[in-house]
């Protein structure tokens, strides 16, 4: 972790704004998170502050990740010069190859880099349909692809303006064993492989998790499949397509 200033004043940042939250950490696994060498982590997507919690996790290996992220963030005035200087990775839907270029000269450089297979946050909760590129970078790169979930992340700050900086929430990050793709493996395979990983680390970290919901309204942040009142994965994929909707209706608006 030498070097990297900026990142390192905003993991200092993060660190005391935690704490003034009370945030309670389990994180299981860490010894998956190489010391040194690259590796790419693939993580489920439940909130805005998901890769604060990742990276939170990479730096008990004294490991900075570089994450994905789509170009949105990085066009911001007050994010973008951040994310630049922390090198992360833009990711720009119209020209994912730029993206899988970097991705890749990252990992040949010895990084870590983050990836959110599902792209966007998740409103049922639940693994969403993967994108392929945390498994195609590890197989064409021959990398190791490490499993990560988050759980609890949901209940700080997420999509559809729903946030809470109550003190004392607990939050769950787990680390799978890698994945050692062989050259001649199918990114299918790979994919299908860390979801499955993926599921049964969420299912874990759900299982142990110690809050509850203390009321009837406060189930939004639980599944429906475990007596939640999050939204269906199907109901969940129409809210995504209304949201993306209406941001492209905005943005023709403006132009």
């Given at each position: 972790?030498?070097?990297?200033?900026?990142?390192?004043?905003?993991?200092?940042?993060?660190?005391?704004?935690?704490?003034?939250?009370?945030?309670?950490?389990?994180?299981?696994?860490?010894?998956?998170?190489?010391?040194?060498?690259?590796?790419?982590l693939?993580?489920?997507?439940?909130?805005?502050?998901?890769?604060?919690?990742?990276?939170?996790?990479?730096?008990?290996?004294?490991?900075?990740?570089?994450?994905m992220?789509?170009?949105?963030?990085f066009?911001n005035?007050?994010?973008?010069?951040?994310?630049?200087?922390?090198?992360?990775?833009?990711?720009?839907?119209?020209?994912?190859?730029?993206a899988?270029?970097?991705?890749?000269?990252?990992?040949?450089?010895?990084e870590?880099?983050?990836?959110?297979?599902?792209?966007?946050?998740?409103?049922?909760?639940?693994?969403?349909?993967f994108?392929?590129?945390?498994?195609?970078?590890?197989?064409?790169?021959?990398?190791?692809?490490?499993?990560?979930?988050?759980?609890?992340?949901?209940?700080?700050?997420?999509?559809?303006?729903r946030?809470?900086?109550?003190?004392?929430?607990?939050?769950?990050?787990?680390?799978?064993?890698?994945?050692?793709?062989a050259?001649?493996?199918?990114?299918?395979?790979?994919?299908?492989?860390?979801?499955?990983?993926?599921?049964?680390?969420l299912?874990?970290?759900?299982r142990?998790?110690?809050?509850v919901?203390?009321?009837?309204d406060?189930?939004w942040?639980?599944?429906?499949?475990?007596?939640?009142?999050?939204?269906?994965?199907?109901?969940?994929?129409?809210?995504?397509?209304?949201?993306?909707?209406?941001?492209?209706?905005?943005?023709?608006?403006?132009?």
């Amino acid at each position: 972790m030498k070097g990297d200033p900026v990142y390192r004043g905003v993991i200092r940042v993060f660190r005391v704004v935690f704490r003034m939250l009370g945030l309670r950490f389990t994180l299981r696994g860490l010894d998956n998170v190489p010391t040194d060498g690259p590796a790419v982590l693939a993580c489920n997507h439940l909130s805005y502050l998901d890769f604060t919690f990742v990276g939170l996790a990479a730096t008990h290996r004294r490991r900075l990740v570089r994450f994905m992220a789509k170009q949105s963030v990085f066009d911001n005035r007050v994010s973008g010069p951040l994310m630049r200087a922390m090198r992360h990775i833009p990711v720009d839907r119209a020209s994912g190859a730029a993206a899988y270029r970097r991705a890749a000269r990252a990992v040949a450089a010895g990084e870590l880099v983050g990836i959110f297979p599902e792209a966007t946050i998740s409103r049922s909760w639940e693994l969403k349909s993967f994108k392929l590129g945390a498994a195609t970078l590890a197989v064409r790169e021959q990398v190791p692809l490490v499993p990560v979930v988050l759980w609890g992340a949901q209940r700080t700050f997420t999509t559809d303006k729903r946030y809470s900086f109550g003190r004392g929430k607990a939050i769950t990050v787990a680390l799978g064993a890698p994945i050692v793709a062989a050259p001649t493996d199918s990114p299918l395979d790979v994919d299908a492989e860390l979801r499955r990983r993926m599921q049964e680390l969420l299912d874990a970290a759900r299982r142990d998790y110690p809050d509850v919901p203390t009321c009837a309204d406060d189930r939004w942040w639980l599944p429906a499949s475990c007596g939640g009142t999050a939204p269906s994965l199907d109901r969940a994929a129409e809210l995504e397509a209304a949201a993306t909707a209406r941001r492209a209706a905005r943005n023709t608006a403006r132009a």
